[in-house]
């Protein structure tokens, strides 16, 4: 199942794609998709529904960020070996966590917004996995059955603030629209493996990140349970697993960084795409 939100900034209404790609509304049955909403229990319920007697959405709505909100927005760092060699980091030993600040958040096809000071805005294409139970102590062979949906993320990134402004990487990662979720939603049933999912971001058409998730360094197996030892995932969470090379820090010969007006795509195969617009 395909689930998603649409509608304006701030009124957006969850809704899900029939058999045929229509857009349906789902208001009489989820309020909206963050927190419990987004459990596993919650989703089966959902997926019990026949998508065909639901309202059908007409006209070409806006597609809004597939999750209202989020209890905590954790991302991986250096999760691609080639991604680490580009950029000339040693191969960390156990998953390297941090936070995305939640009011990052924004719609597959709304603007990157480039902050005040910013000089070096860059791109991130990574595969999402949000939470559906509360996880702690998770063993490896159980993680993945504490995942209740898949999405494309941009973890967009300022490089400036992330590497030269002192202390952790939120810095960089957390300014207003520095997080596109979407456009959907979709639940584990539909990703039969997600350590072969190709993986890819274009700007302005030019390919820049060509790749598989299998050339994860920790699976999302290994991500979850992980993470789990160190404190409790929460239901509603969302996870970016990294991305694969060929981000413009790591361009040769020298680095390449997003301007006003600049278009950028992102794609995870079955997940969708994102098409963004970076706006000074």
């Known amino acids: 199942m395909k689930l998603l939100r649409f509608g304006p900034v701030g009124n957006e209404k969850p809704g899900c794609l029939d058999k045929d790609g229509n857009l349906r509304d789902l208001s009489a049955h989820s309020d909206d998709f963050f927190g419990t909403s987004v459990s596993l229990e919650a989703i ?14 007409t006209g070409n709505p806006r597609i ?13 760092g250096l999760n691609y070996a080639k991604h680490a060699a ?9 998953p390297l966590i941090f936070n995305k600040a939640t009011s990052a958040l924004s719609g597959p096809f709304d603007i990157i917004q480039i902050p005040q000071g910013s000089s070096r805005i860059d791109w991130e294409v990574e595969l999402g996995v949000v939470i559906g139970k509360e996880a702690s102590y998770v063993s490896e ?34 300014a207003p629209t520095f997080g596109p979720v979407g456009p959907y939603l979709v639940t584990t049933d ?24 299998s050339d994860m360094i920790f699976t999302v197996a290994q991500i979850v349970s992980t993470m789990s030892q160190y404190f409790t995932l929460r239901v509603g969470d969302i996870i970016a697993t ?16 997003l301007k006003n007006g600049d ?16 706006q000074a």
């Open 242 to 257: 990294g991305t694969p090379e060929g981000v413009g820090m790591g361009m040769k010969p020298e680095p390449l960084f």
């Open 64 to 76: 809004g960020c597939a999750l209202a909100d989020v209890p905590n927005f954790f991302c991986i």
């Open 44 to 57: 089966s319920k959902l997926k019990s529904i026949d998508t065909d007697t639901l309202p059908l959405v």
């Open 263 to 278: 278009i950028v795509e992102t794609d995870v195969q079955g997940l969708g795409s994102q098409r963004l617009t970076v």
């Open 141 to 174: 062979a159980d993680a993945l059955d504490y995942i209740s949906a898949y999405c494309t993320v941009n973890d967009v990134s300022e490089r400036e603030f992330q590497k030269n402004r002192g202390g952790q990487w939120v810095k960089g990662k957390s």
């Open 86 to 94: 580009e950029t000339g980091s040693t191969l960390p030993p156990e």
């Open 190 to 213: 539909e990703v039969s493996d997600p350590q072969n999912l190709d993986i890819s971001c274009a700007v302005n058409g030019n390919v820049k990140q060509n790749s598989n998730t």
